[in-house]
């Protein structure tokens, strides 16, 4: 059973440099959803996308943040010229919800970004 | 906007105690309610849900019930187990096609034996 992966599971990054991270969701779901959850906090949506289209995104997400999924399988948040505000742990869900249903989101054990 | 309010913690409780965790939402129409949990090390897992008024989720004992007249869906449970210590968040997912999740602050539960 292979579940939604994220890579890597902790980055350490010197404030100003760019850094990416990886999602690969569950192999047969369709949607693939971006969270940010800072310490204390329930995970705030970034970003969703079904298939390789990108459908809807935050304000959360600023113009150093992008998202892409190529193919419609894997995506990957690339952050650009860090600052210390953006140290959060980065989540990633996947499901094969249709439209109008609500389902289950499967989630992975998140990607922690640290800027120094 | 939509938004949800979670009990604040951590909780504490004995072995065999009743717990309840409060969560209360805001939100346009008729949202679907979901409780996630957060074990030590894990990834967010889907505990339970109700998609309409009334509807009951329950799953490993937990339970909570959609109260559109209170808009709550508080989660309870009768008897905690030192294995039910984790974080606990309440969401919401609007109707008609917005598919995000809108999640509480989560309450992090401790049991002791």
């Known amino acids: 059973d292979t579940g939604v992966s994220q890579d890597p599971r902790h980055k350490i990054t010197k404030r100003g440099q760019n850094v990416t991270f990886r999602c690969d969701p569950i192999?047969?779901?369709?949607?693939l959803y971006w969270y940010r959850q800072t310490l204390g906090q329930g995970p705030e949506f970034l970003t969703y996308f079904q298939n390789e289209a990108q459908l809807e995104k935050s304000r959360l997400l600023s113009d150093r943040f992008s998202a892409e999924r190529p193919k419609g399988s894997f995506s990957t948040l690339e952050i650009q010229r860090t600052e210390q505000g953006d140290s959060a742990m980065y989540l990633c869900?996947?499901?094969?919800?249709?439209?109008?249903?609500?389902?289950?989101?499967?989630f992975g054990e998140g990607s922690r970004l640290t800027v120094l | 906007g939509d938004s949800v309010t979670q009990m604040e913690g951590p909780v504490t409780l004995s072995e065999e105690a009743f717990l309840t965790i409060n969560c209360t939402y805001t939100?346009?129409?008729?949202?679907?309610l979901f409780w996630y949990v957060q074990y030590p090390g894990e990834g967010l897992q889907l505990l339970l849900k109700a998609t309409k008024a009334d509807d009951k989720g329950s799953n490993k004992g937990f339970e909570a019930t959609y109260r559109k007249e209170t808009t709550s869906f508080h989660l309870e449970k009768g008897s905690v187990q030192v294995s039910d210590s984790a974080v606990y968040f309440c969401?919401?997912?609007?109707?008609?096609?917005?598919?995000?999740?809108?999640f509480g602050t989560g309450t992090r539960l401790t049991i002791i034996p």
């Open positions: 969401a919401l997912s609007a109707p008609f096609g917005n598919e995000k999740l809108t």
């Open positions: 192999s047969e779901h369709n949607r």
């Open positions: 939100a346009t129409g008729y949202p679907s």
């Open positions: 869900a996947s499901s094969a919800r249709d439209r109008g249903d609500t389902g289950e989101l499967f």
